[in-house]
């Protein structure tokens, strides 16, 4: 969705010297025009000095100290939307009260790398969908305000001879030119380049792992000499595997059940030596004749106890001859037991020999089973060479995403043939000379032109007018009004002047407004007039400062005529 901005109106005002200036800005053209020094400049600055930007604020210094506010009205377009804003600023604070009536505060914006002036370019960042990253030897950051408005701005001094320079300290960030027409031409933005760099990289890494293991495997002799051993015996050692391992499933029941055997002869013997000492004792333990095994007293002899006695006696014999017969099973069952157990070890082991010996192709089980340990690390790495295969692909259609060097390099030709066409057919317009070297016509080329003067004057207007043509062919890129200052310099005279005029009359662009400045001493041949109606067809609103005729007449005498205005802003600037 394109996004534009619109400029209804400026307010100016020093609440110092209740001294203000006031202009409206319409559609299409709007020409700014004066005597040299009357503050055509200032006006412009003030424009950029109301969004934030603090880059020109050392040329603003004389009209700062008169305490001034700067308040524009303006309209952003979005899609069929139509969104007020109102940017104040004074001093280092800018106050924006948006479409809800919402009043957004800045404060200490005067310094770029302050954190209300970060804060604000994020605000602007998001006014305007605007998310140019650019490279610095700190890394990648947000690219400075500045680059919101640099493609719609020719400076008064050097945005007439260099390109990309309106604004200053953009320079040192690495390829700027190149992510900086990438951007607005939307052919690639660093943050893309720097995940597809990321997703190479990762490609790279995943592609050097997946050939050291098939080197691994392909150069290691061990390995290769395994797979054959396996090959040739996996049948015959998978026959000796199943037949050993039910033979050891065996034996490991026979021996939990000589442990259990054991365990029950070992208790048959204790009791039978418990029982036994038993009887012994109980024949010195007579009714009326024995003492009592732990006192000197002489065991009772009723016939109770006479009875009883001689019964637990006839208990302890039965009780030895059962545990004697228990003990005889129990042993029985042990040595047979351990019998079958020692049987099926020396079978376990016999077979294990006659299956060693076998072999194939002088190829043994032996070898096989020393070897198997080579068979998992070959397995291990064929596994570990499907994942990052896998990997590898993933990676690979993620790629796919992102444009290639060669589709790059294939929309920079497509984009430098569109601005070819454009900057050649001004030229022409123009009357500048033709242009054989690439380096001086082709978009990613160009640093500088091989003209001085006016012929240079020219070439930047022809390049600026050109570039932004090429910015109406996309509906992502915002758009700003396009602001020349000072489009006539000192050495052009007056058959280039109308030359430029019909130029611009004739190619502004129309989805946007176009505000350019114009020195014009209504005491010495002035043209302003002329241009209105021959040139411009009365269809350019025409803006005086200091009625022509004055220096350093921005501001004039309050009239109390935007008195109501000037209230307004106030009311804004003091809610809190």
Request: proline fraction near 2%; include cysteine; charge should be negative.
């Amino acid at each position: 969705m394109k996004i534009t901005l619109e400029i209804k109106d400026i307010l100016v005002y020093s609440e110092l010297n209740d001294k203000y200036f006031f202009t409206t800005f319409r559609d299409k053209l709007n020409v700014i025009y004066g005597k040299n020094t009357a503050g055509k400049s200032t006006l412009i600055q003030l424009i950029l000095f109301s969004f934030g930007i603090n880059d020109n604020k050392i040329k603003l210094t004389e009209i700062l100290t008169e305490e001034i506010f700067v308040r524009l009205n303006c309209i952003i377009h979005k899609g069929t939307e139509k969104q007020e804003f109102i940017f104040i600023r004074q001093d280092e604070t800018l106050i924006i009260k948006d479409n809800n009536s919402k009043i957004i505060r800045f404060n200490g914006i005067g310094s770029d790398n302050s954190a209300e002036h970060i804060k604000l370019k994020k605000y602007f960042n998001k006014l305007f969908n605007f998310n140019l990253l650019l490279e610095s030897n700190s890394g990648i950051s947000e690219a400075p305000m500045e680059t919101i408005f640099l493609p719609y701005y020719v400076s008064q001094d050097v945005g007439w001879v260099y390109l990309r320079k309106s604004f200053s300290n953009l320079t040192f960030y690495k390829n700027f030119k190149e992510d900086f027409l990438d951007y607005y031409l939307g052919i690639e933005n660093i943050i893309d380049r720097e995940e597809k760099k990321k997703i190479e990289k990762e490609i790279n890494s995943l592609q050097k792992q997946i050939k050291f293991f098939k080197n691994v495997e392909r150069e290691n002799e061990e390995l290769e000499v395994s797979k054959i051993i396996n090959s040739s015996l996996s049948g015959k050692a998978n026959e000796l595997i199943e037949s050993i391992s039910s033979k050891k499933d065996e034996l490991l029941i026979l021996e939990k059940d000589y442990v259990n055997l054991s365990n029950k002869l070992t208790f048959y013997n204790q009791r039978h030596s418990v029982v036994s000492k038993v009887k012994r004792n109980h024949k010195n333990q007579t009714p009326g004749e024995d003492s009592c095994p732990t006192c000197t007293q002489i065991l009772p002899n009723n016939i109770e106890q006479v009875y009883e006695h001689f019964q637990e006696e006839n208990d302890t014999i039965t009780m030895l001859s059962e545990l004697k017969s228990k003990i005889k099973t129990a042993q029985s069952k042990v040595n047979s037991t351990n019998q079958k157990i020692e049987v099926l070890r020396k079978s376990i082991n016999s077979e294990y020999k006659t299956f060693n010996k076998y072999s194939e192709s002088e190829v043994t089980l032996e070898n096989w089973i020393n070897n198997k340990a080579n068979i998992q690390l070959f397995e291990n790495l064929l596994k570990q060479i499907g994942a990052l295969t896998i990997e590898l692909d993933t990676e690979k259609e993620k790629l796919k995403e992102y444009k290639t060097d060669d589709d790059i390099f294939f929309e920079r030709a497509k984009k430098n043939k569109i601005f070819k066409t454009e900057y050649f057919k001004n030229n022409v317009a123009l009357g500048i000379p033709s242009l054989e070297e690439e380096r001086f016509y082709k978009l990613y080329d160009i640093s500088s032109f091989p003209f001085q003067g006016v012929e240079l004057h020219l070439a930047v207007l022809s390049y600026h007018f050109a570039f932004n043509k090429l910015l109406t062919q996309s509906d992502t890129i915002h758009r700003l009004p396009f602001i020349l200052d000072s489009i006539f310099n000192e050495d052009i005279e007056a058959g280039n002047k109308i030359n430029i005029l019909n130029f611009i009359n004739s190619n502004f662009p129309t989805d946007t407004q176009t505000i350019l400045s114009i020195a014009d001493d209504k005491n010495v041949k002035s043209q302003i007039e002329s241009y209105k109606t021959d040139i411009f067809k009365d269809n350019a609103h025409m803006i005086c400062i200091g009625n022509g005729t004055e220096k350093k007449a921005l501001l004039k005498d309050n009239d109390n005529k935007y008195a109501e205005l000037i209230a307004d802003t106030y009311i804004i600037i003091e809610t809190i």
